[in-house]
């Protein structure tokens, strides 16, 4: 099992739908979890941290399930400007040394 | 101005040449990092610096090596290019010491292209 998995993608919606991902990751241990934002060829930016049970900012949500070993990133009300792909990050120690990106899921959104 | 700042942004150079990376930062953050980005992979991380006297290697640190010159400044060198090392590299920061935030802030990304 790879350490961190999302879907593969691509997710084509229309402005306004609402639209879910998954990540599952492997290690059991794992510390905290993170959504980053990468536009093409350009850099993750941070777009959400996932510390606890879960987090909701604007239309974004995040949850984290333990006991399944996973986080999902809700996007509700999808904007034009959504459009990109979402990296699923997963910090596997305490030293925040061990972070492992998953391979990220693309989102486009048309009008 | 970008906190976190990556010199050259593009770079072309052939096999068997040394070459620099440069990644400046005005965060503030003690802890710096080299990654790389290939086509349908994760990012994948190279070395690490919790500060000016802490560099460790990360997940594929074979053929590059990293200098922290200072707590602003963390450079990855590669010391004979070769074609699998074509890839996007970024750099990051993050905060260290009592303020502990395993968030990391990305540079811009230099595009390297090794023929």
């Known amino acids: 099992r790879k350490e961190v998995e999302q879907d593969p993608g691509p997710f084509n919606v229309p402005e306004g739908a609402t639209v879910a991902f998954n990540c599952t990751y492997s290690n059991s241990a794992s510390q905290s979890f993170f959504w980053y934002r990468q536009d093409c060829r350009k850099e993750p930016k941070l777009l959400m941290s996932v510390y606890s049970s879960g987090n909701e900012d604007g239309r974004f949500t995040a949850q984290l399930n333990r006991a399944s070993q996973y986080i999902s990133l809700l996007i509700r009300d999808s904007k034009l400007s959504d459009s990109a792909t979402y990296l699923c990050?997963?910090?596997?120690?305490?030293?925040?040394?061990?972070?492992?990106f998953g391979k990220g899921t693309t989102l486009s959104v048309s009008s | 101005d970008a906190d976190v700042t990556q010199t050259p942004r593009n770079r072309i150079t052939k096999t068997g040449k040394r070459i620099m990376l440069e990644c400046s930062q005005t965060k503030g953050h003690d802890r710096m990092y080299w990654y790389r980005q290939d086509p349908g992979l994760g990012l994948r991380l190279i070395y690490y610096s919790f500060d000016v006297k802490d560099i460790n290697k990360g997940e594929i640190s074979d053929g590059y090596s990293v200098s922290r010159q200072a707590q602003a400044k963390f450079s990855l060198s590669l010391e004979s290019a070769i074609p699998n090392q074509t890839a996007l590299y970024f750099c990051?920061?993050?905060?260290?010491?009592?303020?502990?935030?395993?968030?990391?802030?990305f540079g811009p990304g230099t595009r390297l292209t090794v023929t």
């Open positions: 990051a920061t993050s905060e260290g010491r009592d303020r502990v935030s395993y968030e990391q802030y």
């Open positions: 990050v997963v910090n596997m120690n305490q030293a925040g040394t061990a972070l492992i």
